[in-house]
C-alpha cells in the first residue's frame, strides 16, 4: 500500500504551480507574450557571470577526483570557512565553519533546521502571510504549524496574537522577511520587540525556542531599507539562506544554515543535520556547486529590475485604487483585491491573461500575489489590461 500521508497530498498541490502551468497552457494557445504571467516567483534574470566564471574555472583546472567526490557528510570544510567569514564580515558575527552546513537551498536549509530542533508532536508558529511550502516544510517533520494572524496595516507582526499563541507547545518560530508574499521586511523593532517576546518565553517556560529565519530574498532591497539580520538579536537563532534568488540558480539548489554560535548545542547542531540528511537521502548539495558559490559569496545577479518593476506597478495599484504596502524587498506585491473573495477576484482577472494568485493560501485572505520577476516591458504592457479589468469589472468601487 502507498503511504496515504503522501497520497492525500496530491489533492492539495500548490496553486502557484497550478496557476503556472494554466499560464504556460495559455501561452501556447495565445503566445506567451500575451499572458501577464505573475504566478510565480521564479527569477528573471541571468545568474551572476562571476558565479559561472567561477564553476567553468573548477571544471577546467580542479582535480576531476575532488572536484566530483562525495561531500563530506558536513559539506565541504573550505566552503563553510568561506561562508562563516562573509557572514561575520557582513553582520558581526562569530560564526565558525563548524556553524555552517550547505544544504539544497531553502528548503533543505529549512527541512534540516526544524527537524534539528522539534520533535513530532511540537509546535511551530509562523505569522501570516507566510510561504505556503512552510505546510509540507514543518508538517513532514510531524511537527504542527500554527499561524498567527496577519497585522494587515503594514504587516509587520501581529505582536499581540503572537504573545498569546505563543504557548509552551512551542518549540520554534519561523519568520521570513524580507517577505513572500508581502515585499515586506521586518524592521529593526519589530526584530527587537520579537527576540524580547521570545527570550521572556524562553525564561518563563524553562525551554529553548529557537528562532528559524528563512532568509532567502536577504539581498533584494528597495530603496536604501535596512534588513536587520535576525540571528544578531536572538542567539537560538538557525539562519536558514539560499543562493535561489540573489544569484538566480534556483535549479542548482544551494543554500546553507547558519547556527549561531551562542545558541543551546551550537557545537551539535551542525552534526545532527549531517545525521538528519542521512537519514532523508538529502546527503549534500553537489560538490562542484558548494565549491562555485563559495567563490562568489557576496557577488549577485543584476538584481535592479526588481525594483524597477516595483516601482511601476505599485504606482499603478495605487493609481488604480487598490490599497497595498510599499515592498521594501523581494519581487512580490500583496494589494488587497477589490472584492472579499479573493480567488473570485483572480478567476475574473484570468478572463484578462492576468495571472494573479490568491491569497488564501499565505493565510491571509482577500489579498492576491504578483510575482513581478518578469520582464520590465511586460509589466508596463500589463497595466493598462489592469486598468481595463479593473474598470469593467469594479465599475461601481
Ligand atoms: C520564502 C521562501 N522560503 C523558501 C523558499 C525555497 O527556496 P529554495 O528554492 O532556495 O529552496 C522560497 C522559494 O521561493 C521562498 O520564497
Redesign the pocket.
Known amino acids: 500500500m502507498v503511504n496515504e500521508q503522501y497520497k492525500g497530498m496530491l489533492s492539495g498541490k500548490s496553486i502557484i504551480r497550478e496557476l503556472s502551468e494554466y499560464a504556460t497552457r495559455r501561452g501556447e494557445e495565445i503566445g506567451y507574450d500575451n499572458v501577464f504571467d505573475f504566478s510565480l ?1 521564479n527569477p528573471s534574470v541571468p545568474c551572476a557571470t562571476s558565479y559561472t566564471e567561477a564553476i567553468v574555472k573548477l571544471h577546467q583546472n580542479m582535480d576531476p577526483m575532488s572536484l566530483h567526490g562525495y561531500s563530506p557528510s558536513t559539506t565541504i570544510p573550505s566552503v563553510r570557512q568561506a561562508v562563516a567569514d562573509s557572514l561575520n564580515r557582513r553582520f558581526d558575527m562569530n560564526y565558525g565553519m563548524e556553524h555552517i552546513f550547505m544544504t ?7 527541512s534540516h533546521a526544524l527537524r534539528a530542533v522539534t520533535k513530532p508532536g511540537d509546535e511551530v508558529l509562523t505569522f501570516a502571510p507566510f ?1 505556503p ?1 512552510y505546510g509540507p516544510y514543518v508538517t513532514g517533520t510531524g511537527a504542527k504549524l500554527t499561524v498567527v494572524p496577519a497585522n494587515t496595516e503594514d504587516f509587520q507582526i501581529n505582536f499581540t496574537a503572537f504573545e498569546e499563541m505563543l504557548t509552551e507547545n512551542v518549540m520554534a518560530v519561523l519568520i ?1 522577511t524580507p ?2 508574499p508581502s515585499g515586506v521586511v521586518y524592521s529593526r523593532e519589530t526584530i527587537e520587540r520579537l527576540a524580547q517576546v521570545m527570550a521572556d518565553k524562553q525564561r518563563e517556560y524553562g525551554h529553548d525556542i529557537f528562532l528559524i529565519s ?1 532568509e ?2 536577504r539581498e533584494i532591497l528597495f530603496d536604501g531599507v535596512e534588513c536587520p539580520y535576525p540571528s544578531k538579536f536572538y542567539d537560538n537563532t538557525l539562519s536558514c539562506y ?4 540573489s544569484l538566480s540558480l ?1 535549479g542548482e ?1 544551494i ?1 546553507y544554515v547558519a547556527v549561531n554560535p551562542a545558541c543551546t548545542d551550537a557545537d551539535i547542531l551542525v552534526p545532527i543535520m549531517a545525521q538528519i540528511s542521512r537519514g532523508t537521502g538529502h546527503n549534500c548539495p553537489s560538490s562542484s556547486v558548494q565549491l562555485a558559490v563559495a567563490k562568489v559569496l557576496e557577488d549577485t545577479s543584476d538584481l535592479s529590475v526588481y525594483e524597477t518593476n516595483m516601482n511601476i506597478l505599485y504606482d499603478a495599484l495605487v493609481d488604480l485604487g487598490f490599497e497595498v504596502v510599499r515592498p521594501g524587498g523581494t519581487f512580490y506585491i500583496f494589494p488587497k483585491a477589490l472584492e472579499e473573495d479573493a480567488n473570485a477576484f483572480c478567476m475574473k482577472a484570468k478572463a484578462y491573461d492576468l495571472i494573479l494568485v490568491p491569497s488564501d493560501n499565505f493565510g491571509v485572505p482577500g489579498y492576491f500575489r504578483m510575482a513581478y520577476c518578469i520582464d520590465t516591458e511586460k509589466v508596463k504592457r500589463a497595466i493598462p489590461v489592469l486598468r481595463e479589468f479593473v474598470e469593467k469589472e469594479y465599475p461601481n468601487r
Open positions: 516567483g539544497t537551498g531553502a528548503a533543505g536549509a529549512l510561504f511550502e521570513n517577505n513572500n528563512d532567502p530574498y539560499s543562493f535561489s534568488k534556483p539548489r543554500g
